[in-house]
């Protein structure tokens, strides 16, 4: 990457070249990559051309999200305009995880489907999977940040003095609680509530004790019987407070067994035939998506589910291998 400012110039002339300087609307979640594209784009077409459209996804939003989200739009008056998508990524969730499908249907689609005339600016960059296998500018959408990395991004946000507070599972990502869920959502009140509650929980307790962490987030796996709660924290805190947090989120309602990542774990996952048969599906599963968000190192045991309802993929089981 270049100076900064010169890459920040760089995109301001690329997007007033797609949006034609006129008005065009914010997939805007209140994370970094979002933010600054939110930034960026005021400064091409200015604060009265835009508006910031939000997915809510009840339950499944992260407080501190919408909080973030408010403040921001206020602060650069912007309009915000809150679209609901509980429903919709319910209704996905059941089949098993797929953030990719949820991505483009719902955070995405709905907004889409609101603003059908306008283009929608999104924050996809090289570090996610839309800007490792899509386009910069496809269907109405642009995504201002396609060639950069999320290291990248930090430093144009660093020099446009761009602070975006902590609000999900690590400093610079929102993240979605339901995508700690790594089995289908079948019961809303155990398998939904249980992600729900342990994330929530552990981020407040984070956020109150002072605790730093790049990583933070509870992994809800197992069969669908039983809910196994994995807390990831990178740093590890000291082992006090770990044992604190391992004791109140395994009291949780809807919890089974609660275990705190300290090694590195073999996950046993059971995968749809269309997955388990595409290796480059499975690659970017273990590496791309999974990796990321765990504290120590994961690999996987694949197995192929006889079940037809399994439309992604469930980690059933984990083993520790060090």
């Known amino acids: 990457m270049q100076k900064p400012s010169v890459e920040i110039e760089k995109i301001i002339k690329n997007i007033k070249k797609y949006t034609q300087e006129k008005n065009a609307v914010v997939a805007f979640s209140g994370g970094q990559d979002s933010t600054v594209t939110l930034n960026l784009a005021r400064l091409a077409i200015g604060n009265k051309k835009l508006i910031a459209a939000n997915v809510d996804f009840g339950n499944f939003t992260y407080n501190k999200a919408r909080e973030n989200i408010q403040k921001i739009c206020e602060t650069l008056e912007i309009e915000l305009n809150v679209i609901t998508g509980e429903q919709e990524q319910i209704d ?36 996610d999977s839309w800007g490792q296998y899509g386009f910069a500018f496809y ?15 930090k430093i144009i946000a660093d020099y446009l003095n761009i602070k975006v507070k902590r609000i999900g599972e690590n400093l610079n990502r929102e993240g979605c609680k339901l995508k700690h ?36 987030n509870v992994k809800i796996i197992g069969p669908l019987s039983r809910n196994i709660a994995l807390i990831n924290i990178y740093p590890l ?22 275990q705190v990542v300290n090694c590195h774990l073999q996950l046993v996952i059971k995968a749809n035939k269309g ?3 595409n290796l480059r599906s499975r690659h970017w599963l273990e590496k791309g998506r999974l990796q990321p968000e765990f504290a120590f190192p994961v690999s996987v045991k694949w197995l192929l589910t006889t079940n037809r309802k399994l439309k992604t993929f469930q980690v059933i089981a984990y083993n520790k291998l060090n």
Not at 93 to 105: E, R, S, V, Y
Not at 237 to 258: A, N, V, Y
Request: proline fraction near 4%; charged fraction near 25%; glycine fraction near 8%.
């Open 275 to 277: 997955q388990f048969n």
């Open 92 to 127: 996905i969730m059941m089949g098993g995880p797929d953030c990719n499908l949820c991505t483009k249907k719902i955070k995405l689609g709905l907004i889409k489907n609101k603003f059908p005339n306008k283009i929608i600016l999104t924050g996809s960059n090289k570090s």
């Open 181 to 216: 869920l790594l089995k289908p959502l079948i019961n809303l009140s155990y398998h939904g509530q249980a992600v729900d509650k342990a994330n929530e929980l552990l981020l407040d307790r984070i956020s109150r004790t002072g605790i730093y962490a790049e990583k933070a």
């Open 237 to 258: 805190p000291e082992k006090s407070w770990l044992d604190k947090i391992k004791f109140q989120i395994g009291q949780l309602e809807g919890i089974d067994e609660c």
């Open 139 to 153: 269907g109405g959408y642009y995504a201002p940040l396609f060639s950069y990395t999320k290291e990248n991004i």
